[in-house]
C-alpha cells in the first residue's frame, strides 16, 4: 500500500495548510477581536514612543475645577462667556473654537426671568429693558473668527458628544449644523465612507446665526471606547460637515472653503485640504491622533483669562479651544496612552500635529501587505516546521517574527506609520506551534522505529567494546593501524532515477542487509553508510592481529555476493548494478568524534581516503576489486595479479595496487602470460605491446588486459597509471 503511505506522509501538510488557510479567512474577516489586538499594538506602540510636545500655536482655555469654584458652577451666564471670548479676541487669537453646546437659552438672561418670577410691572419693564445675555454673546461671536460647536446625533450616530451641559435632543432644521464654508470635492465620492447622522443638537439660533464657523464636537470611539481617531468631516443628512478642530484651523488660516480629496470607486476621504495645509486622513476623514504625555503649558484656566492674568502675547496668534476638564462636566476621553484625558484635548493635539506636520498614518495598502505577510510569514514557518529540526524551525519564527516587529516598529518611530504585525506573528505562531508539536510526535515515533529498525546495523564487535570498556564513550581517539574495505554500486544513481521509489529502497536495503552482515561474520565495525556505499573498518575498537587477512576475506566475500545478487537479480527482471570494492591498510586515529550531544566512533587519516580512491579506481582500471601494496603485505599467500602503480588524486607518490585473482570471475586465465608482459611493462622493454596485444586477443573480455595495452600503444613506457580524481 504504497499509496497509504505517501498519503500519509503528505497529508501531514494539511495541519500547517489548514491552519495558514483559517488565519488567512479570519485576516480576512477582520472581527472585532483582530482589530482589538490591533489596536492594542497601536495604542502600546504610542505608550513606548508618544509624540514629543512641540511648541505650537494651539491653547486650551480649560473651564476647570479651579475656574467652577472660583467663578461658580456651569452653566456660566452667557455674559460671562461672552466676556471670556472678548478677551481672547483682544489678545489677538487667531480663532477659538467653543468646545460647548448653547442648547438652551441662558436661564439668567432678564428675559428668562420674566418667565419664572413675577415682579411688579415697572420693576418688570426695567428688567425687560435690559440687554439679553444671549444676545450680548451674540455680538462677541459676529466680532471675530469663533466657532460654535453642535453635537450629531441619529439612528446611526454611535459617539458620544463633548459638548458641556446640552440637551440631549435632535434639531429637526439640521440645516444650520454646517459651516460657512464651502466644499470643494476631488476625485471620487467624499462621503462613500463617512459615519452619517441624521440630526444635530445645536446651540440656540441667535447664536448660531451670529457664529462665522460651525464644528461637529462628536468623537467616533473604537469598540473598547478609546479615542484613536478624530473625524475631521461627519455625513450630515447628505451634507458634509466638519469637526470643531477643522473649523478652528480654517477661521484661523482665514480659509474660505475645504478641498476634500476622495479616491475614486467610493474608497473614500483619503486628504483634506484647509489653506495650504494638507491632512491625510483615514477613509472615513479621520485623522489619528498621535498622543503626548501630559503637558501643563497645552492649558491656561478660564479664571485666570477673566482675572486679566494671562499676558495678551501668551494668546496672541493662537488657535484657543474653550473646553473643560471638569470631572462633574463628564467630557473625558479614553487615550491610547492608557489615561482619561478632556475631549477638548484631543481637538488641540490633533490641531499640534496639524500645524507642527506630524502625522500618523495607516496607509490604505496596509491591510493587503498585512495579509501577504499572514501567507508568507505561514508559509516559510510551515515549511521550516515540516522540513527542518525544532530548533531550526523555532529560529526561523523567531527571525521573521522579529523582523516583522522590528520593521513596524522603525515604521512607527520614523515614518509614523501604523502597520499591524501582531496578526502575521500570531497567524505564524497559529501554524507553527500545532504543525512543530503534531512533527515532533510523528517524528518521535518514527524515530524508535528507526533506531529499533538499524539497531542490527551496529557492529557486534563495537557494541561488546563499549559495554566491557565504558571509557570508550569519552571524546578523544589513538593512533592504530587498520584495514578498510569500501564498497559502491558502479552508476547507483542513475539506475535508481529509472526505478520506482518503493522497488529501488527495497533492491537497496536487501543488498546492504548482506553486505553488512559479510562485515559483521568477518568481525569487521561499520564505519559508515553513504548511500550504497559501505565503509568497514578492522582492527577497531578491538584490535585484530590479521586485520589485513580478515579485510581481504571479507572484500571477496562482499564480492561473491554483489555478483550473485546482481545476477538474481536480473534474473528478476530488475537492473541493478556491479559492486566495486577497495582495501588498503595504514595508520589511522580511531575514537569517538563530535561532541557532548552526540558520538560518532570514526577512523580518520590518509589511509581511509586512499581505500575510498582504490574503490573509485576500479571504474578505470576495469577490476572489480583493487587492494593496495599495504594491505598484500599482511596475506603473503593470496593469488593476486599486480595491477600497476597508481598515482591517486591526493597522494604525491604512486601506490603499488593488486587485484585478487578470485575478483577476476575467471576471466583472466593466462595468469603466467600476463604476469610475464606484465614484468616486460615494468622494465620499458617493447616487446610488452605485443604481449599484451596477444593476451587481449586470448581473453578479450579482461578489461585490465585492454587498459594496458591501450596504454603501452599510446606511449606510456612503464606501470605508473595516473588517475586525476577518484
Same mark, same amino acid.
Given at each position: 500500500m504504497r499509496w497509504l503511505k505517501a498519503l500519509r506522509r503528505q497529508g501531514l501538510w494539511l495541519l500547517p495548510a489548514g491552519m495558514l488557510a483559517l488565519v488567512l479567512g479570519v485576516a480576512w474577516h477582520d472581527p472585532g477581536m483582530v482589530r482589538g489586538v490591533r489596536h492594542a499594538v497601536f495604542d502600546q506602540a504610542q505608550r513606548w514612543s508618544p509624540r514629543v510636545y512641540e511648541e505650537a500655536p494651539v491653547l486650551i482655555v480649560d473651564i476647570d475645577e479651579e475656574s467652577l469654584r472660583r467663578l461658580g458652577q456651569w452653566p456660566w451666564p452667557r455674559t460671562r462667556v461672552a466676556e471670556l471670548v472678548s478677551r481672547l479676541q483682544r489678545a489677538g487669537a487667531a480663532s477659538v473654537g467653543l468646545d460647548v453646546v448653547f442648547a438652551e437659552a441662558d436661564r439668567t438672561s432678564p428675559r428668562q426671568l420674566l418667565k419664572s418670577i413675577r415682579l411688579p410691572r415697572e420693576a418688570a419693564a426695567a428688567l425687560a429693558a435690559l440687554p439679553d445675555h444671549d444676545e450680548l454673546l451674540a455680538e462677541v461671536l459676529r466680532a471675530g473668527p469663533v466657532a460654535l460647536g453642535f453635537a450629531l446625533d441619529g439612528a446611526d450616530a454611535a459617539a458620544g458628544t463633548s459638548a458641556a451641559g446640552h440637551k440631549d435632543a435632535v434639531d429637526d432644521d439640521a440645516a444650520t449644523c454646517q459651516s460657512p464654508a464651502g466644499f470643494v470635492t476631488l476625485g471620487g465620492a467624499p462621503d462613500a465612507q463617512l459615519r452619517a447622522f441624521a440630526g444635530c443638537v445645536q446651540s440656540i439660533p441667535v447664536l448660531t446665526r451670529a457664529a462665522q464657523g460651525h464644528g461637529a464636537l462628536s468623537f467616533i470611539p473604537d469598540e473598547d471606547g478609546v479615542l484613536r481617531r478624530l473625524p475631521l468631516l461627519f455625513d450630515l443628512q447628505g451634507r458634509l460637515v466638519p469637526s470643531l478642530a477643522a473649523e478652528t484651523l480654517r477661521l484661523a488660516v482665514n480659509a474660505p472653503r475645504y478641498t476634500v480629496q476622495a479616491a475614486a470607486d467610493n474608497g473614500g476621504v483619503i486628504g483634506l485640504i484647509v489653506g495650504k495645509l494638507r491632512i491625510p486622513t483615514t477613509a472615513e476623514a479621520?485623522?489619528?491622533?498621535?498622543?503626548?504625555?501630559?503637558?501643563?503649558?497645552?492649558?491656561?484656566?478660564?479664571?485666570?483669562?477673566?482675572?486679566?492674568?494671562?499676558?495678551?502675547?501668551?494668546?496672541?496668534?493662537?488657535?484657543?479651544?474653550?473646553?473643560?476638564?471638569?470631572?462633574?462636566?463628564?467630557?473625558?476621553?479614553?487615550?491610547?496612552?492608557?489615561?482619561?484625558?478632556?475631549?477638548?484635548?484631543?481637538?488641540?493635539?490633533?490641531?499640534?500635529?496639524?500645524?507642527?506636520?506630524?502625522?500618523?498614518?495607516?496607509?490604505?495598502? @496596509?491591510?493587503?501587505?498585512?495579509?501577504?505577510?499572514? @501567507?508568507?510569514?505561514?508559509?516559510?514557518?510551515?515549511?521550516?516546521?515540516?522540513?527542518?529540526?525544532?530548533?531550526?524551525?523555532?529560529?526561523?519564527?523567531?527571525?521573521?517574527?522579529?523582523?516583522?516587529?522590528?520593521?513596524?516598529?522603525l515604521a512607527f518611530t520614523r515614518h509614523g506609520l501604523l502597520l499591524d504585525t501582531m496578526l502575521p506573528t500570531l497567524g505564524m505562531l497559529a501554524v507553527f506551534l500545532p504543525t512543530t508539536v503534531v512533527r515532533h510526535v510523528m517524528s518521535d515515533r518514527q524515530q524508535r522505529w528507526v533506531r529499533h529498525a538499524f539497531a542490527r546495523y551496529v557492529s557486534p564487535n563495537l557494541v561488546d567494546y563499549l559495554i566491557d570498556q565504558p571509557q570508550a564513550l569519552e571524546l578523544g581517539g589513538r593512533r592504530q593501524r587498520c584495514s578498510?574495505?569500501?564498497?559502491?554500486? !558502479?552508476?547507483?544513481?542513475?539506475?535508481?532515477?529509472?526505478?520506482?521509489? *518503493?522497488?529501488?529502497?527495497?533492491?537497496?536495503?536487501?543488498?546492504?542487509?548482506?553486505?553488512? *552482515?559479510?562485515?559483521?561474520?568477518?568481525?569487521?565495525?561499520?564505519?559508515?553508510?553513504?548511500?550504497?556505499?559501505? @565503509?568497514?573498518?578492522?582492527?577497531?575498537?578491538?584490535?585484530?592481529?590479521?586485520?589485513?587477512?580478515? @579485510?581481504?576475506?571479507?572484500?571477496?566475500?562482499?564480492?561473491?555476493? !554483489?555478483?550473485?545478487?546482481?545476477?538474481?537479480?536480473?534474473?528478476?527482471?530488475?537492473?541493478?548494478? &556491479?559492486?566495486?570494492?577497495?582495501?588498503?591498510?595504514? &595508520?589511522?586515529?580511531?575514537?569517538?568524534?563530535g561532541g557532548n550531544t552526540i558520538f560518532d566512533y570514526r577512523a580518520l587519516g590518509d589511509p581511509v581516503n586512499t581505500a575510498s580512491r582504490l574503490e573509485g579506481a576500479n571504474k578505470y582500471l576495469g577490476t572489480r576489486v583493487c587492494l593496495s601494496q599495504a594491505t598484500l603485505d599482511g596475506c603473503p599467500d593470496l593469488p593476486v595479479r599486480p595491477v600497476g602503480r597508481l598515482r591517486v588524486a591526493g597522494r604525491q607518490e604512486p601506490i603499488m595496487v593488486y587485484e585478487p585473482m578470485a575478483a577476476t570471475d575467471g576471466q583472466a586465465v593466462q595468469q603466467e602470460a600476463y604476469a610475464q608482459a606484465y614484468a616486460a611493462m615494468t622494465a620499458g622493454n617493447s616487446a610488452a605491446v605485443g604481449s599484451f596485444q596477444r593476451l587481449h586477443e586470448d581473453s578479450p573480455g579482461d578489461r585490465l588486459v585492454q587498459l594496458h595495452m591501450a596504454r603501452l600503444k599510446s606511449g606510456s613506457t612503464d606501470n605508473v597509471i595516473e588517475l586525476s580524481s577518484k
Open positions: 479621520g485623522m489619528w491622533v498621535h498622543y503626548t504625555l501630559p503637558r501643563a503649558e497645552r492649558y491656561v484656566p478660564a479664571w485666570k483669562v477673566l482675572a486679566g492674568e494671562v499676558p495678551a502675547k501668551r494668546l496672541q496668534g493662537q488657535m484657543v479651544l474653550v473646553g473643560t476638564s471638569a470631572q462633574g462636566l463628564l467630557d473625558l476621553r479614553f487615550s491610547p496612552l492608557g489615561g482619561i484625558i478632556p475631549g477638548v484635548e484631543v481637538h488641540a493635539q490633533a490641531l499640534e500635529q496639524i500645524t507642527t506636520g506630524h502625522w500618523l498614518q495607516r496607509p490604505g495598502w @496596509a491591510p493587503a501587505v498585512e495579509l501577504m505577510a499572514v @501567507a508568507l510569514g505561514g508559509l516559510l514557518v510551515a515549511i521550516a516546521a515540516m522540513r527542518c529540526g525544532a530548533l531550526v524551525s523555532a529560529a526561523a519564527f523567531a527571525a521573521l517574527a522579529t523582523t516583522l516587529l522590528g520593521g513596524a516598529w578498510f574495505v569500501f564498497t559502491d554500486l !558502479a552508476g547507483f544513481t542513475s539506475v535508481m532515477e529509472r526505478m520506482d521509489p *518503493a522497488q529501488a529502497v527495497t533492491v537497496l536495503n536487501q543488498y546492504l542487509d548482506g553486505m553488512i *552482515a559479510i562485515a559483521f561474520a568477518h568481525e569487521g565495525t561499520l564505519d559508515r553508510i553513504v548511500g550504497d556505499a559501505v @565503509a568497514i573498518v578492522f582492527s577497531a575498537p578491538v584490535q585484530q592481529a590479521d586485520h589485513e587477512q580478515r @579485510a581481504v576475506n571479507c572484500a571477496l566475500a562482499m564480492h561473491r555476493f !554483489a555478483q550473485d545478487y546482481l545476477a538474481a537479480r536480473r534474473a528478476e527482471g530488475v537492473e541493478f548494478c &556491479e559492486t566495486r570494492i577497495g582495501v588498503h591498510t595504514g &595508520e589511522v586515529i580511531v575514537g569517538n568524534f
